[in-house]
């Protein structure tokens, strides 16, 4: 089994996210975007939160400014890499074609998303030669 990346809690996502569409802020400016939503996170939270994202790679830090200043070292796009990547490890041992597959089964896709899949699968296969 490949190694295990490390995982990212429900409230760490919801940071990651506000950091993604927002992008790099003060515990404060982090916390301010939570303002009126039904998710608010106190100033102690998020810095807690911020901290543990930090020590797992997801998050860097400039200590050269004060406040500190935090932004989001990966993009969403290589997260889901990496947790579809670890899903796949868990469940199928690697094998990511049971993944797809559970992924697309009992739903329905507009001609352009078949379209799509099929070019992604087109350039997957081109990558082989």
């Not at 996170?41 to 200590?63: E, H, I, M, P």
Request: proline share 2%; aromatic share 6%.
């Amino acid at each position: 089994m490949r190694n295990k990346k490390l995982s990212v809690s429900g409230a760490e996502l919801e940071v990651l996210k506000v950091l993604w569409a927002g992008g790099p802020g003060t515990v404060r400016d982090v916390a301010g975007r939570f303002q009126g939503s039904r998710q608010g996170r106190a100033y102690t939270t998020l810095q807690t939160l911020l901290n543990r994202l930090q020590s797992k790679g997801y998050v860097t830090c400039d200590k050269g400014s004060v406040p500190h200043v935090y932004r989001a070292s990966v993009s969403r796009e290589k997260l889901v890499r990496e947790s579809l990547d670890n899903l796949a490890g868990q469940l199928f041992e690697g094998a990511t074609s049971p993944l797809v597959a559970a992924l697309i089964s009992d739903k329905r896709y507009s001609a352009e998303e078949i379209a799509r899949f099929r070019k992604l699968l087109d350039e997957a296969e081109r990558k082989e030669d």
